[in-house]
């Protein structure tokens, strides 16, 4: 069973600064691609950030320039670096994780809860 847990979130004005994390756990998985996803109440889950186990990287127009994808191997965490907040980046941000289970020999995908970033004005 692998398991995601996300953290990081919080209340932000405008114009600073986040770091999230999520940090994968388990067995019997190798990491395909982990990345970030995030919804606003009566929107869509959409995606933020993603990375590959090369570490080839891709981001929403929305976020370019302003969050940073990265991860660390060893700990099977991935980083987001959130900088220049705006208001419209409020929303609950997810963990995603693709990984190839040694168990089942398929591709799966697991969710992490969620954490909360809302930005003020």
């Known amino acids: 069973q692998v398991q995601l847990v996300e953290s990081g979130g919080g209340l932000v004005q405008a114009g600073g600064s986040l770091r999230l994390s999520c940090a994968a756990s388990?067995?019997?998985?190798?990491?395909?691609?982990m990345g970030w996803y995030r919804q606003a109440p009566g929107k869509q889950r959409e995606l933020v950030a993603t990375?590959?186990?090369?570490?080839?990287?891709n981001y929403a127009d929305s976020v370019k320039g302003r969050f940073t994808i990265s991860r660390d191997n060893a700990k099977n965490t991935v980083y987001l670096q959130i900088n220049s907040l705006k208001p419209e980046d409020t929303a609950k941000y997810f963990c995603?994780?693709?990984?190839?289970?040694?168990?089942?020999?398929?591709?799966?995908?697991?969710w992490g809860q969620g954490t909360l970033v809302t930005v003020s004005s």
């Open positions: 995603n994780l693709r990984f190839y289970s040694t168990t089942s020999y398929a591709y799966r995908e697991v």
């Open positions: 388990g067995t019997s998985f190798s990491i395909d691609r």
């Open positions: 990375i590959t186990s090369g570490s080839n990287t």
